[in-house]
């Protein structure tokens, strides 16, 4: 099947620093790429969308300037994590669109 | 009312039965439907992934979709320690054009 990588698997800062987390994907190209969050016991919650060449698509709640969203090319879409405060840590996995959705194996953010 | 509905479980089952894990929902747009497994601090991974109403078999899993009454199931036959995982059920109204809505996953146990 189609492979998703996730750079970096975990990552700690301190509070009000920014941490980008890349997606790839790696034997496909996908205009588009999702972000989602998930919380201990929780479900994945879709953050936003990822266009290619576009402004990535933010659902309610999320807050675009804090979660910046780059898709510069059909293999990569980032998100950085700007200002980060301890209620950001969370589980953050990205997807990509190929015949179905792939994904990535996550990153873990624990911000202190 | 939410879009999605999964028992959280947990359940727990002996190896080798036969374990059900089930979905209701309430779009009745949706029009693809996937079952994910997730391991501990892991990306989804997919299992399933079936069109409409009908069966659809892999090995031990045979995934159901009953549009009528707005209601998907993942048979695990034959179950296996090592199908121990989360549970997520998923679905969308287009073929991977927009994010998906996942169920909040249930999680199995099965013991040797």
């Known amino acids: 099947g189609a492979v998703v990588s996730q750079h970096p698997s975990w990552v700690i800062c301190k509070s009000g620093t920014s941490v980008k987390i890349e997606c790839r994907s790696l034997?496909?190209?996908?205009?588009?790429m999702f972000w989602y969050r998930q919380f201990p016991k929780q479900s994945l919650m879709l953050m936003a969308t990822s266009n290619e060449g576009s402004k990535a698509t933010y659902e309610q709640g999320v807050e675009k300037d804090k979660f910046l969203i780059n898709h510069a090319s059909l293999t990569l879409s980032t998100l950085t994590v700007t200002s980060a405060h301890p209620e950001d840590s969370s589980f953050y996995i990205c997807?990509?669109?190929?015949?179905?959705?792939?994904f990535g194996p996550g990153t873990r953010l624990t911000v202190l | 009312q939410k879009e999605v509905e999964q028992d959280p479980g947990p359940l727990s089952v002996p190896e080798g039965a036969i374990v059900s894990l089930n979905c209701t929902y309430s779009n009745s747009a949706f029009q693809y439907f996937m079952w994910y497994r997730q391991y501990s601090r892991k990306g989804p991974e997919l299992l399933m992934y079936?069109?409409?109403?009908g069966n659809k078999e892999d090995g031990r899993f045979t995934a159901q979709v009953d549009k009528s009454s707005k209601y998907i199931s993942l048979f695990i036959r034959d179950s296996q320690p090592s199908d121990s995982a989360t549970y997520l059920c998923a679905m969308s109204e287009s073929q991977a054009g927009t994010a998906l809505i996942f169920g909040k996953g249930t999680t199995l146990s099965v013991s040797s």
């Open positions: 079936t069109y409409s109403s």
């Open positions: 997807s990509a669109r190929g015949t179905t959705q792939y």
């Open positions: 034997d496909f190209q996908a205009t588009t």
